[in-house]
């Protein structure tokens, strides 16, 4: 926990909060929402087109689209880190923080079994089984938790 | 516009509405979705009339085009309230106007799009590169989109004096 508090009190905290350039605080948070576009974006469209929207697109040319979600996920895994550490002892002891980690990390494990099921198998059908459409409809429904949950730890922060 | 602003301000709705303290984080919510959804669904066809994702055919990826529509629709929405709860603040800032400038040519970009390009895109080949001028209206999309999420998010930042 001291550590924590000694992250959110450190002189690097005081002078990227502090300072009244653009280019610390506000971009760091403008390309955690970049980020946020580019990751849930990309899984929004593939999953999407697992529950059969667009069904007649074969689902073996969306495979760049991963590339898309892990570098919108570095992005988000970079700013977010910077931003975790400018209030660190607030978000350590924030159960909504945990949600949002743990809503994140289910997501992006379920998209990629959702991967490997439907357009990693050599040969895949282009409908896709039923398990394949829940896991699909399940990271969605954690992405919006996740965004949910990252909207609501700014009023929180606030309150603290 | 400013008068506009206060008379937004002192209508009954502006102060029920704003007086609700759960309406602001959860139109933010809805909003960040609908952001992910709209840029998502345009952000494929912008890519593939770039000329990547071939194999996917633009009819095909068409079909996406009502989630894109329904995040935007969102969005139009959940500002909307924004700006009835707290109108100085947007229509006082240049940086929303630019907002709604990036807007207005997104919509003008696909509104091309959709009278002088889409015939002749959607009979594409699913393999075939598409011409310069899709290049530049799928890139003009791209960009336009995350000037909007740009001026969004640094709203608050941008413009006040430092």
């Known amino acids: 926990m001291a550590f924590f508090r000694s992250l ?12 009244a350039s653009i280019w610390t605080y506000p971009t760091v948070l403008t390309l955690h929402t970049v980020g946020m576009a580019i990751l849930v974006g990309a899984s929004f469209v593939i999953h999407l087109r697992v529950l059969q929207v667009a069904r007649d697109v074969p689902l073996r040319r969306l495979l760049p689209l991963y590339r898309f979600i892990w570098i919108g996920f570095a992005i988000n895994l970079l700013s977010g880190l910077i931003l975790f550490v400018t209030e660190a002892a607030d978000r350590i002891a924030d159960p909504v923080f945990y949600v949002k980690m743990a809503s994140i990390a289910a997501a992006l494990w379920l998209g990629v079994i959702v991967k490997r099921r439907t357009i990693d198998r050599p040969g895949a059908p282009d409908v896709t089984t039923g398990l394949s459409r829940s896991m699909a409809a399940a990271s969605l429904a954690l992405w919006t938790i996740a965004i949910v949950a990252g909207r609501l730890m700014a009023y929180l922060k606030s309150a603290a | 516009m400013l008068e506009f602003a206060a008379w937004v301000e002192s209508t009954q709705i502006s102060k029920t509405l704003f007086g609700m303290s759960w309406l602001w984080p959860a139109c933010e919510s809805l909003h960040f979705i609908g952001l992910c959804m709209l840029i998502g669904g345009a952000g494929l066809l912008d890519l593939r009339l770039m000329g990547m994702f071939r194999g996917v055919p633009i009819r095909h990826v068409k079909a996406m085009m009502p989630w894109a529509i329904g995040g935007f629709l969102i969005n139009a929405g959940t500002g909307a309230l924004f700006l009835t709860m ?21 919509a003008a970009n696909a509104l091309f799009f959709e009278t002088r390009l889409a015939p002749s895109a959607l009979s594409m080949g699913d393999n075939a590169d598409t011409p310069r001028v899709m290049k530049v209206v799928g890139a003009c999309s791209l960009i336009s989109w995350f000037a909007v999420l740009y001026c969004g998010r640094m709203l608050p930042y941008l413009g006040t004096g430092n």
């Open chain 1, 8 to 19: 959110q009190d450190s002189a690097f905290t005081e002078w990227f909060l502090g300072s």
């Open chain 2, 86 to 106: 707290q109108p100085h603040l947007y229509l006082s800032s240049a940086v929303w106007w630019s907002k709604v400038a990036f807007i207005v040519v997104a």
